[in-house]
C-alpha cells in the first residue's frame, strides 16, 4: 500500500494561526462543538479518518494535539486527510496544552503555542513531507499489528463463542425483523454520500433502519427515521434518541453501560447488550439473529488497515462477526464512489417531449383546452404562411 498526498488547496500553514481554543480528549465530542476558526485542541495518538473527516468538516483554524497524531504502529489515514485539506497540525505537544482554559485564545507560530503572549508549548507541526515519512516508517509496524490482530481475533472467539455460534445473549428487541431487508449505517468512511446514494433502494424495499451511534443522525438528516439505534450513545444525538426509534445500549461484559444513564434521562426505556464487541458488531448480531434477509451495511470497517484504524484491538471481533453473517452481508460501503446518478442529452429531450405531449392531451380533453388549442393552431397558420410569402415572392 503506497500512500501519495495531495497538495492542499491553500498554502496556509501553522505560521500565526489564531483563534479560540476549544479544547476535549475524545475528538468526537469535540467536533460536535467546534466552529469555523476555532482552534482544536485534542490528545488522540494515531488520528483515524472519521475523526479527521469530522475534524475537517467544522473547518477549524487549526489542530494541536497533545499527542502524536502517527505513533508509527501503523499507518494511520487521519493526519493525511488533514494536511490535504490545509488545516496546519502540531503533534506532540504534551499535556500542557490540555491545561489550557476553554475559549482562551491562542496564537499557533510554526511548533510553539502561545497564549496571552507567553509559550504554552512546543511541538512538530506537520506538513505533506513529514506525514509522507512518518507513513512509510509506519508501515513497517504492519506485521507486529497483524500478530496482535490475529491473537485479539483467537481471545475474542474464545470469549464469544456461543454468542458468534449460537446467538446466545442477543436481547430480544420489539423491531419486526425476521424476512426484512436491514440497512445498517455506521459513522465509517463515505457513510453519508453511500446513503444518500442508496435513497431508492430505501424507498423501494423499506428496509429496516440501524443506526450505529451518529449513523442514526444521517439517517435523520436524509428524511428518514431509523427503526433501530445500537451503541454505547456516546455520539448520537438527544434528537435521535427522542425520535421514537428503539433503542439498544451496548454494555461492556461485566454490565456496565456508561450510555443507560443518557438515555433513561430522556424518559425512554432500552434494552441493553453486554458484548465485548463494537456496536457495528452487536448491530448486524442483532439483524442476522432477528431473521434479516439481507443486510445492507454502510460505513461499517472492512479492511486490515481500518480495523486498526479504528484505534482499538476489539476491532478484531469485526472480522469474525462479517464471518458470522457473511451469506447475508452486503457491504455499499464506497458505493457513493462507484456509481453515479446521471442523465443524458436525449433522456432529457424526451422526457421534456412526454412532458409537453402530456400537457396536450389534458388541454384537449377540455372545452377551454380546445379553444385555447384551436387560437394557437390559427396563429400558427398566420405564421406558417406569412413565411411562405417571404420564399414565394
Not at 499489528?145 to 454468542?163: C, G, H, P, S, V
Amino acid at each position: 500500500m503506497r500512500l501519495t498526498l495531495r497538495r492542499p488547496p491553500s498554502d496556509q500553514d501553522a505560521s500565526d494561526v489564531q483563534g479560540p481554543a476549544r479544547i476535549d480528549r475524545r475528538t468526537k465530542a469535540l467536533t460536535k462543538r467546534l466552529a469555523p476558526g476555532d482552534v482544536a485542541v485534542i490528545d488522540h495518538e494515531d488520528i483515524d479518518r472519521v475523526a479527521a473527516d469530522a475534524l475537517v468538516s467544522a473547518r477549524p483554524a487549526a489542530v494541536l494535539n497533545a499527542a502524536r497524531s502517527i505513533s508509527g504502529r501503523y499507518p494511520n489515514l487521519g493526519p493525511q486527510v488533514l494536511v490535504e485539506a490545509g488545516i496546519p497540525l502540531v503533534d506532540d505537544l504534551g499535556p500542557a496544552i490540555m491545561a489550557l482554559r476553554e475559549g482562551t485564545r491562542v496564537r499557533v507560530d510554526g511548533d510553539d503555542v502561545y497564549a496571552g503572549g507567553e509559550l504554552v508549548a512546543s511541538g512538530k507541526g506537520q506538513d505533506v513531507s513529514s506525514v509522507l515519512e512518518a507513513m512509510d516508517a509506519a508501515r513497517e509496524g504492519l506485521s507486529a499489528e497483524l500478530e496482535a490482530f490475529a491473537a485479539n481475533t483467537m481471545e475474542y472467539l474464545i470469549r464469544e463463542k456461543d454468542l458468534l455460534l449460537d446467538g446466545v445473549g442477543v436481547p430480544e428487541i420489539s423491531t419486526p425483523i425476521d424476512g426484512r431487508h436491514v440497512l445498517i449505517v455506521v459513522r465509517g468512511y463515505h457513510y453519508r454520500e453511500d446513503l444518500q446514494i442508496l435513497r431508492p433502494y430505501i424507498t423501494d424495499y423499506r428496509p429496516v433502519l440501524v443506526g450505529v451511534d451518529g449513523g442514526a443522525d444521517a439517517i435523520l438528516d436524509e428524511g428518514f427515521k431509523p427503526d433501530l439505534i445500537v451503541g454505547d450513545m456516546d455520539s448520537v444525538s438527544d434528537r435521535a434518541l427522542a425520535c421514537g426509534a428503539e433503542i439498544v445500549v451496548h454494555a461492556y461484559r461485566d454490565g456496565r453501560a456508561p450510555g443507560l444513564e443518557r438515555v433513561q434521562e430522556l424518559g425512554v426505556d432500552p434494552v441493553v447488550f453486554p458484548a465485548t464487541g463494537t456496536s457495528e458488531d452487536i448491530a448486524m448480531l442483532i439483524a442476522d439473529d432477528k431473521g434479516a434477509e439481507v443486510i445492507v451495511a454502510v460505513g461499517t470497517h472492512a479492511t486490515l488497515v481500518e480495523f486498526l484504524d479504528k484505534g482499538r484491538a476489539g476491532m478484531a471481533s469485526t472480522f469474525l462477526t462479517r464471518l458470522r453473517v457473511g451469506s447475508k452481508l452486503v457491504d455499499a460501503k464506497g458505493v457513493s464512489r462507484l456509481y453515479r446518478s446521471t442523465i443524458s442529452n436525449v433522456q432529457l429531450v424526451l422526457l421534456s417531449l412526454a412532458g409537453l405531449l402530456a400537457v396536450v392531451a389534458a388541454l384537449a380533453a377540455t372545452a377551454a383546452g380546445q379553444t385555447l388549442l384551436g387560437l394557437l393552431g390559427a396563429r400558427f397558420d398566420d405564421v406558417w404562411s406569412w413565411v411562405r410569402s417571404l420564399f414565394g415572392g
